[in-house]
């Protein structure tokens, strides 16, 4: 056992146990961050704000809410809308947070892409992001199961239908997954389970892992510029601040962040009170049905341009496209050959790649919320052709790619 | 400012992705109904005036069905009697004439099933002329009260079809207060009210082809546009609807509505009670975040 003394005060006494001093040091003082960077390095703590929103929210409604099939339509819409103090309020911040936190995700992983932020040494940042991408979207679907509303049990259908891998009938899977033959109370418990436990583990763990990954590459900046941070950190610490490339994490750096936040929190509270109904589907407040289908039946925007790529063609190439939607991010730091840390402005062909994909993205969206006839189903199509073909594309045009 | 400029094209594509999987997607989706202020202009304009005294006395034929508890008038059947006998439990009369068109109301009683358009509604025509109808239309505007609240019309209007089981409603009415037997737990006159309940529905049901839906959060299922439209005519949103339309005028249509979203959406008085608060924080937050963000990065430029 280490040996102690008695301490000086309550900091000695915890910086004895705790190496709290050093703590501090290590996580904040002395954690640098390029000092070349824009707003757009304030999503991952934007994220960071809106899970913590969506932890204590969800904790709020997790004491009301009653995961049975009898029960679960009424304990959110009236019980938590209109019997429990503020409970409309805890609701509305869950649902919007839902939403909006893909919209930030979104906005970290174009970030990330246009900045060329995954490359050599930051692959690890790129797979755990992904990989929190993928565990959001289970939480996110498993969420939308649990008002057993008309859309949770339609789309919970059709998801979980998906596993029957089309020709192969795959029926026995299907029925596995959902306990019953269709969507019933075994199916509620278990999204339920996932929702409030397994997943929001893995998120909570996923997130150290990716706060993890950032320590040794350290964080991009606005040029891609390869510098040395020990080099840059003695300089800061000597006093000359305007000189050194870089900034500590805190308090510096997390002003910024805090300000941005302030900003999004306008932006994310104008939401709850007065536009929440793009979050929160009219068609999820008809009780679930299994009787009646919903004249259209579509997932949460942010899943549109996947769903989109899985529609126009026929069941078999379409589940093939769709897994391949589900995991082709993943691949991105090797599909990407080009030695370049650089923005997509200064890397040729990348650049107008990266534009293409974006728009190409947002075309799919469009698609895959409008019904499924006449020109959209050809404008779904290419779009879907499009985005197969800027990724097999990628390798080619990057590996062309001049070294600057 | 780059970074502004950065903002700008942030904002852009997140407006252009809104407009796109919302307002685009729900006009290419649903299709567009005109409401039409309930002019029922299908119907002609009435050029007769009526007469309320002498609309009293052809009135008297009213209650061989109907009730009129304004003037102590007891329907003959009760609730689940007349399903059984008409499909449908008939309407208290005394808001008739508060709450619906009166144009509406005349040509309703020469021929519902034509101006309600459907097709089995199970009121026969119940007006000789046209004076006839402006007569008895004349008595219940004459015995309208001064107030009608929102339950009252959704009562008249919807609520013998229609649950709405947030406020406790059901088509016979307020779910009764009962008392369980201390000893057994067993609450017999909620089972009795329980049966009553669920033979009236099944009647109303082969009348109707399904139960109709309980409306307790229709409000936001639908969107307040759809059911002004709807109510005025069903057919012109749900082809081959069972709905009858009913002909409300201004105000019964404002009453319905505000029941509707007092069941379906309490929290709006508090939301917007409460928004500008929330917001006004977060702008003072800012303001200090922004002039702490100031103050670290001193010198750093």
């Known amino acids: 056992m280490a040996h102690f003394e008695k301490a000086k005060d309550l900091h000695d006494w915890m910086n004895q146990r705790l190496a709290v001093d050093t703590l501090k040091r290590v996580l904040q003082t002395e954690y640098w961050i390029p000092k070349n960077i824009n707003f757009l390095w304030a999503m991952g703590m934007v994220l960071a704000a809106t899970f913590g929103i969506l932890l204590i929210s969800g904790i709020f409604l997790l004491m009301y809410y009653q995961p049975n099939t009898q029960l679960a339509f009424d304990s959110v819409n009236y019980t938590i809308m209109s019997e429990v103090g503020y409970g409309w309020l805890w609701r509305h911040i869950h649902g919007v947070g839902a939403s909006v936190v893909f919209l930030i995700i979104y906005i970290h992983m174009f970030t990330g892409i246009y900045y060329g932020s995954y490359k050599k040494g930051r692959e690890l940042i790129w797979l755990s992001g992904m990989l929190l991408f993928v565990a959001f979207s289970a939480e996110a679907f498993s969420g939308y199961m649990l008002p057993w509303g008309q859309m949770s049990y339609w789309a919970g259908m059709v998801i979980t239908n998906l596993f029957s891998g089309g020709s192969l009938h795959a029926d026995a899977l299907v029925e596995w997954i959902r306990g019953d033959y ?28 990716h706060f993890g ?7 991009n900046n606005q040029d891609g510029e390869e510098f040395d941070f020990d080099e840059a950190a003695e300089l800061y610490k000597a006093g000359k601040v305007k000189e050194s490339k870089v900034i500590p994490f805190s308090p510096v750096f997390l002003s910024k962040d805090v300000f941005v936040m302030g900003i999004y929190f306008i932006f994310f509270f104008y939401l709850v009170f007065y536009h929440f109904e793009f979050a929160m589907d009219p068609v999820n407040f008809d009780p679930a049905d299994g009787l009646k289908t919903p004249t259209h039946i579509y997932p949460e925007w942010y899943f549109l341009w996947s769903y989109e790529i899985l529609r126009p063609f026929s069941t078999n190439v379409g589940l093939i496209a769709f897994a391949i939607a589900q995991v082709i991010f993943f691949t991105l730091p090797f599909l990407d050959r080009s030695p370049n840390v650089a923005p997509a402005s200064r890397r040729g062909l990348f650049k107008y790649w990266f534009w293409a994909l974006l728009i190409d993205m947002i075309i799919l969206t469009f698609m895959g919320k409008l019904p499924p006839q006449g020109i959209w189903s050809t404008v779904g199509l290419v779009a879907a052709l499009t985005f197969m073909g800027l990724w097999i594309a990628l390798p080619f045009i990057t590996a062309k790619e001049k070294k600057l | 400012m780059k970074e502004l400029k950065i903002f700008g094209i942030v904002v852009v594509f997140t407006l252009v992705l809104y407009w796109g999987v919302e307002p685009f997607a729900h006009s290419e989706m649903h299709k567009h109904v005109e409401y039409q202020n309930l002019k029922y202009n299908d119907l002609k304009p009435v050029a007769v005036k009526g007469d309320a005294a002498k609309g009293e006395a052809l009135a008297a034929a009213c209650v061989g069905c109907h009730s009129i508890e304004a003037k102590n008038m007891p329907a003959p059947m009760d609730a689940l009697m007349s399903a059984q006998t008409y499909g449908v439990n008939p309407p208290d009369l005394s808001l008739a004439g508060a709450l619906l068109d009166e144009k509406f109301f005349i040509h309703f009683l020469l021929n519902p099933a034509e101006v309600t358009k459907s097709k089995h509604f199970a009121m026969p025509p119940s007006a000789g002329s046209e004076q006839d109808a402006a007569d008895i239309v004349a008595y219940f505007k004459s015995i309208e009260p001064k107030e009608v609240s929102p339950k009252a019309s959704f009562a008249f209007a919807c609520g013998r079809c229609h649950a709405d089981r947030y406020d406790k409603w059901t088509q016979l009415g307020d779910v009764p207060k009962t008392k369980s037997n201390i000893k057994t737990g067993v609450d017999l006159d909620a089972i009795a009210f329980t049966s009553k309940l669920g033979q009236y529905q099944n009647k109303l049901a082969d009348y109707m082809g399904k139960l109709p839906p309980d409306l307790s959060i229709i409000i936001r299922a639908r969107s307040e546009h759809f059911l002004k439209t709807f109510i005025e005519d069903p057919q012109s949103q749900l082809p081959g609807t069972a709905m009858p339309r009913i002909g409300l005028n201004n105000e019964g249509m404002e009453k319905v509505m505000a029941y509707l979203e007092k069941t379906g959406d309490p929290s709006k008085p508090k939301r917007e009670a409460l928004g500008p608060w929330v917001l006004l924080f977060f702008f003072i937050f800012t303001i200090l975040a922004y002039l702490w963000k100031k103050s670290m990065w001193k010198g750093h430029h």
């Open chain 1, 182 to 209: 269709v969507p019933g109370q075994a199916f509620l418990g278990r999204f339920f389970m996932l929702h409030v436990l397994l997943i929001p583990l893995a998120i909570i763990g996923l997130i150290v892992l």
């Open chain 1, 213 to 219: 990954t950032l320590r040794i590459p350290h964080v």
